[in-house]
DNA sequence: CCTGACGTTTGATCGAAATCAAACCTCAAT
DNA sequence: ATTGAGGTTTGATTTCGATCAAACGTCAGG
């Protein structure tokens, strides 16, 4: 791998406090890959070989059963998946695909299973990075347990509205397809839902929402930060 | 706590490689106490004072939002809940009762992030802990997701029909009224998901369900090792 | 500029599950 | 035995979201 992307791999928090030349012996393990759009890295079943990284592009971890499918996750850079499934040297439980061109470090899960082993540092940077994860996925439970279609959009509208700096409007990062998959819901009702959410100033222009009525947004959505705020 | 009590305590997998003399130091410091049914623990928001263990009895996490309610999981003995919580010093995301008279320990929180930090072998056991609940979530998560209500009853009943032994029929674990609403729906909804169940030899005597023609639950139920395998 | 593919939207309909209401058990307390 | 409370079931109805089908937009490739 380039060396110019040492430091953005190191800024994961899962590695920041990690030693030096256990980091780089560790990198240097590791595969760098670029792949272009809809392609799968994994597939669930499978047994997790490796850890990996997002550092750019990104990839949509998604389940199937019965002929069903939904999109668990996306996952942006610079940020990882799959931990759990190495950590216990388990099999995958969620497939992975690029949803664009990226570009994807692979960490051997062994190098990943022998360093946590060894460094307490990283052990515990893995311990917060899986507290996280299992926090992210409970108010992801939550919200489709608690919470209507339209309460769920409207809700992510304001998410990402927050993430990209309260500017009025959003750009969706995802297509709608992917998007309704992640809310829980088919394309269909996703259309909807935006339509339901119009008499609350919500206005689409292609992958542009506007918000233009913040606050009876939130009245509808009654957002909760036990759910929706990701930062803790 | 009865000193009859440390080798259940111990055997849990969270502490089986604990050094003994910080695992006595540990449970010196917490509170062994019992409740009747129905008590409230914890309640999602509050900070995360304890870790909490069951010993006897059984604790529903439940979760609530906009006059909703849910319930997240069942913890039997000898099972620990809000470790996540715990490990981060975050508020707790969900609530916790009785839902029998329970014997619980209460551990400061304060002493696990404590003995974590010390103890590589005691951060290594949580590391394990996270994630098998990580992945736990994530299957109950797929399982909202990609199941119709008919078949998460379909799954779950297979599922304690493993646990208890494959008698032949299964003793529901708790009332109706929790099961509905761990399996994501309303009471009403999982009496008529029993009657659908009926023609495929599911026969309800009460707390007593008789599974009479196993083979063709399971076509109905197309159970799936990656979302109802606990152990895997 | 046209074409066709693909994602999105709209309309119509269907089906699953929620809700409302009442009846019905079960069982503990009197 | 009787009462009453709480859990469960059944029936009727409604609502939400899924599905099916077709139209529409957008955009890259010819």
Excluded: W
């Amino acid at each position: 791998m380039r060396s110019s992307d040492l430091p953005e791999v190191k800024s994961i928090h899962l590695f920041e406090t990690m030693n030096d030349d256990r980091f780089e012996s560790l990198v240097n393990a590791a595969y760098l890959q670029t792949f272009p759009a809809q392609v799968d890295l994994i597939h669930e079943g499978d047994p997790a070989d490796f850890l990996y990284v997002v550092l750019d592009g990104c990839v949509e971890l998604y389940a199937q059963s019965n002929g069903r499918e939904t999109t668990m996750a996306m996952v942006p850079p610079v940020g990882t998946f799959i931990l759990a499934a190495v950590l216990k040297d388990a099999v995958y439980l969620m497939s992975a695909r690029t949803s664009q061109q990226s570009r994807i470090l692979m960490i051997p899960s062994q190098d990943i299973r022998l360093a946590f082993e060894s460094d307490p540092d990283f052990a515990k940077a893995i311990i917060r990075e899986l507290a996280n994860c299992y926090r992210a996925v409970i108010k992801e439970h939550k919200s489709i347990k608690l919470r209507s279609t339209v309460e769920r959009l409207a809700n992510r509208l304001i998410r990402y509205h927050t993430d990209q700096g309260s500017i009025g409007s959003v750009l969706l990062p995802y297509d709608k397809r992917t998007l309704a998959s992640l809310l829980g819901m088919a394309p269909e009702n996703l259309s909807r839902a935006f339509n339901t959410l119009k008499p609350y100033g919500v206005k689409v222009e292609g992958a542009t929402v506007h918000l233009n009525d913040l606050s009876a947004l939130e009245t509808l959505a009654k957002p909760n930060s036990l759910i929706d705020d990701r930062t803790m």
